[in-house]
């Protein structure tokens, strides 16, 4: 499967066709490597050698729902979450900084176009927190004058 190719919304769909139960063993995970012990893990991604990009995407998938054509998550956080709570996202190193992530989409439950985020997570890195510390920044309200 080509990166550029990947359907990550199929993937979004497969993880609600998931018994109850798999799904809870999905959302009980306390960080990405913990995946690897999962059952859930390897059935949502059949086919697919699972790496760290996958854990990256299905340790958030439990908490973030799919709606074509969505905002992007910078946008949906500004406003919402405090500045100080994004950048520790974006000054953390991996797992910590996914640990943060997931934080702060369980607290404001997004709906995301899961073909953009996908790929927003499968390339994870630099580039990508700065696409959403730029995407937080440009949607922040105006201040009121006074």
């Known amino acids: 499967m080509s990166e550029l190719s990947i359907d990550f919304?199929?993937?979004a769909q497969r993880y609600a066709e998931l018994s109850k139960a798999?799904?809870?063993e999905l959302r009980?995970?306390?960080s990405p490597d913990d995946l690897?012990?999962?059952?859930?893990f390897y059935r949502l991604l059949v086919g697919v050698k699972p790496d760290k990009r996958w854990q990256r995407i299905v340790y958030l998938l439990p908490w973030v729902k799919h709606a074509a054509g969505s905002t992007s998550l910078g946008k949906q956080l500004a406003g919402v979450v405090n500045e100080q709570r994004l950048f520790q996202?974006?000054?953390s190193d991996e797992p910590n900084d996914l640990i943060q992530l997931r934080r702060?989409?369980?607290q404001i439950e997004p709906v995301v176009d899961w073909q953009d985020f996908g790929k927003f997570l499968y390339f994870w890195g630099d580039q990508s927190k700065r696409q959403l510390l730029e995407n937080y920044?440009?949607?922040l309200p105006l201040p009121k004058k006074s």
């Open 28 to 30: 009980r995970i306390r």
């Open 137 to 139: 920044f440009i949607n």
């Open 36 to 40: 690897l012990l999962e059952p859930a």
């Open 104 to 106: 702060l989409v369980q």
């Open 22 to 24: 798999q799904q809870a």
């Open 9 to 11: 919304v199929s993937v």
């Open 89 to 91: 996202v974006i000054r």
